[in-house]
């Protein structure tokens, strides 16, 4: 099985080569920071595809705005429910001793 995976992973597109990109000097572009100015050391994480989601319109905020209202700021509220009742259950694991090793 985890051959399989492996395999399935080689054609993500990770591990292209990719031309060196030094950034822009838009707003909002990408630059290179001091002290090396070196180029962007991880850019094929922009062209890997996906692992769980079919496509980028899956990621939670993008679902409720489609699916729940196209409010922005509400829907971007919206987006820290699933995330503060996450951080609750992880508090209470943690505090019933759920991740001490025996």
């Given amino acids: 099985m985890a051959q399989a995976v492996l395999a399935w992973r080689a054609t993500d597109g990770f591990s292209a080569g990719y031309a060196a990109f030094t950034g822009g000097t838009a707003a909002g572009q990408w630059r290179p920071t001091p002290p090396a100015f070196g180029a962007m050391s991880a850019q094929g994480l922009a062209f890997t595809g996906m692992f769980a989601l079919v496509s980028n319109t899956q990621f939670i905020g993008n679902t409720i705005y489609t699916n729940i209202t196209t409010n922005l700021p509400l829907a971007a509220a919206l987006t820290t ?22």
């Fill in 81 to 102: 429910i699933p995330i503060m009742i996450m951080i609750i259950y992880l508090l209470i694991a943690r505090r019933l001793g759920a991740f001490e090793h025996v």
